[in-house]
């Protein structure tokens, strides 16, 4: 019997045929997404019908998705954030959610340092201006030397404050569990988040979205911040208020600030596309060949892994046991 997988990121195999060889291989049924984005809950329902697996991206999968896929067995996260996966539902019917955590830490954390340094240096809308014929000066802050806060020292956070060293940066970190050795080798230390807040030159976030964090910088948080203050968000959209940034921004709370990741994308507020002092990505943290590369390979693997009855790697959820 042939598995019925679908596979919806676009840039899966992007980089090398050989995550798309893995499940080929296996002589599966592979079904891709052809609107070239992330797909909404009935765009997926539609595309899913009687799929084994689902090896997906930021796509929505929802309650209804799961529950209207008899035949699932695995959701296979392209990716480290299962915010936009309904955890719930599939550890109710037994199937593993799993995630590839770990192979994107480099190339997110290379991405946040361009990011500040993007928006302290202005290169981007220095470039813009060289291109288009002038010959202007953009007068810029340094990183070099400053305060940075680090929200969430995970994986990325942490790879995040190594670079950082190099900058000679004081490091303030923030997260509920407070690693003192980590903290001494990248020679920060752990601070509350209005003493971040109150110090930092630049706030950059690597916290997962979920109910605590969800709108962790909002107006409140960006006027207890320094005017100076650089802003990067490679996270995830739901951290960051985008009404009370764009105000933040628009009226000098803060300097400037940096996203590569949107509470909708992709982002369509014109005020916020129109900000002068920020700098968007479209969610391309992670997206480096390298990254892409192992990103598939893994979730192939935990794709095989479970139709093969063998225990995938990085299961997110809770499984019951069979009673
Ligand atoms: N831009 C991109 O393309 C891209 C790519 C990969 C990951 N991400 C995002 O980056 C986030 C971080 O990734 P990671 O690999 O470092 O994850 P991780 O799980 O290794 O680290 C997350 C850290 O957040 C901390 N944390 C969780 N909840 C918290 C809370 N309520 N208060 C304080 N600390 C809390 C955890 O203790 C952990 O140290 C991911 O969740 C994902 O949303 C974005």
Redesign the pocket.
């Known amino acids: 019997m042939s598995f019925k997988i679908v596979v919806t990121p676009r840039s899966f195999g992007a980089a090398s045929p050989r995550p798309m060889e893995l499940l080929q291989n296996k002589g599966y049924e592979i079904v891709r997404n052809s609107l070239g984005r992330p797909l909404k809950e009935m765009e997926l329902i539609r595309l899913a019908g009687g799929a084994d697996a689902l090896l997906v991206g930021i796509d929505e999968v929802t309650d209804r998705v799961v529950d209207s896929l008899p035949n699932l067995k695995v959701i296979s996260k392209y ?3 299962v ?1 936009n996966i309904a955890l719930g539902a599939a550890s109710r019917r037994g199937i593993p959610v799993t995630n590839t ?2 192979v ?2 480099g ?2 954390a290379d ?1 946040a340092i361009g990011l500040m340094l993007s928006v302290a240096r202005q290169i981007s809308a220095a470039d813009h201006s060289t291109k288009n014929g002038e010959w202007k000066r953009f007068m810029g802050s340094s990183l070099y030397g400053k305060t940075v806060g680090i ?9 995040v404050a190594k670079r950082l060293r190099g900058f000679e940066v004081e490091l303030l970190l ?4 407070k690693d003192s050795v980590f903290a001494g080798e990248v020679g920060g230390r752990y601070a509350d988040l209005p003493e971040i807040y109150g110090k930092a030159d630049f706030i950059s ?6 109910p ?2 969800g709108g962790l910088i909002g107006e409140k948080e960006l006027r207890a911040m320094k005017p100076d203050a650089i802003v990067v968000n ?3 959209g739901g951290l960051v208020d985008e009404k009370a940034l764009v105000r933040a921004l628009r009226e000098k709370w803060i300097r400037g600030a940096a996203l ?2 949107f509470a909708a994308e992709p982002p369509r507020d014109e005020e916020l596309l129109g900000l002068p002092n920020i700098v968007l990505t479209p ?5 480096t060949e390298e990254a892409v590369l192992m990103m598939g390979m893994q979730s192939a693997r935990n794709v095989i892994a479970v139709l093969e009855g063998k225990q995938p790697e990085n299961v997110v959820n809770e499984i019951p046991k069979p009673s």
């Open positions: 990716g480290v954030g915010d955590p770990g994107n830490t190339a997110v991405l929200l969430g020292t995970g994986k990325i956070g942490r790879a923030y997260d509920e569990f976030l690597h916290l997962p979205l979920m605590a964090t490679t996270a995830r590569d990741a969610h391309i943290g992670a997206y």
